[in-house]
């Protein structure tokens, strides 16, 4: 039965653990994942949060980055979208993924953890992929897994970063998109200790991304890719 399963990997056993060291604030998500060999596998990434100069200088002084092209910049959600070759290690745990068939649906980072969205189309699949990043040294927390069509808010779920979730939950939870509204802005900013204009772009990349959800098309078996 095809399984979808949310797993979670330390940062620091995967990637860009040192960019976010030198940039906490930051926020990655990526944007395209393929089986290509290890300089292919998570290539596009959007990272937000900070200037394109400090976003470069971090990923050049980052040792799991060999390479990275500045492709694009969206305007409206202050997000960069570079091309990234990491070193051998992150293509040897995509291909734990790929040869047992495993497709990554998404994936995000955060300055702790990876979090991969994955579907495998049998469920020792899966578990022969965990054994083999187990085997790698990986520490695999694997969150949430459930058959392809019994779970619609893991198969759904768009890819926020934990920050951008973070600050969507305590909006809603404090009454930011009631109306009228019971917090303000800055009073919600002061909540999550950073800037209102912080907080302005994080909400406003985080709605489009959700509105993105809506509007796309169902891929096989009823997931939205």
């Not at 399984?3 to 930051?26: K, N, Q």
């Not at 768009?158 to 009073?187: F, H």
């Amino acid at each position: 039965m095809t399984t979808v399963s949310e797993l979670t990997l330390t940062s620091d056993e995967v990637a860009l653990a040192e960019t976010f060291e030198a940039l906490p604030d930051l926020e990655i998500r990526i944007k395209s994942i393929v089986a290509e060999g290890p300089q292919q596998a998570m290539p596009l990434v959007w990272i937000a949060g900070e200037s394109q100069a400090a976003i470069e200088d971090a990923l050049t002084d980052d040792s799991s980055v060999t390479e990275f092209d500045h492709l694009l910049e969206d305007s409206e959600t202050d997000e960069n979208l570079y091309r990234i070759e990491y070193a051998a290690g992150v293509g040897n745990m995509c291909s734990a993924i790929f040869s047992n068939e495993g497709t990554i649906l998404d994936a995000q980072c955060s300055a702790n953890n990876w979090t991969f969205r994955l579907l495998f189309p049998e469920r020792n699949l899966l578990s022969e992929a965990v054994g083999e990043l187990e085997a790698q040294g990986l520490t695999i927390d694997v969150k949430r897994m459930v058959e392809a069509g019994r779970n619609a808010d893991l198969e759904e779920t768009a890819a926020l970063t934990e920050a951008q979730e973070e600050a969507i939950n305590e909006a809603y939870d404090l009454g930011y998109y009631d109306v009228p509204r019971r917090i303000s802005l800055e009073d919600l900013a002061a909540e999550l200790e950073i800037s209102h204009q912080a907080l302005s772009e994080r909400l406003r990349r985080a709605n489009k991304i959700l509105a993105s959800e809506q509007v796309s098309e169902p891929g096989q078996d009823g997931i939205t890719l």
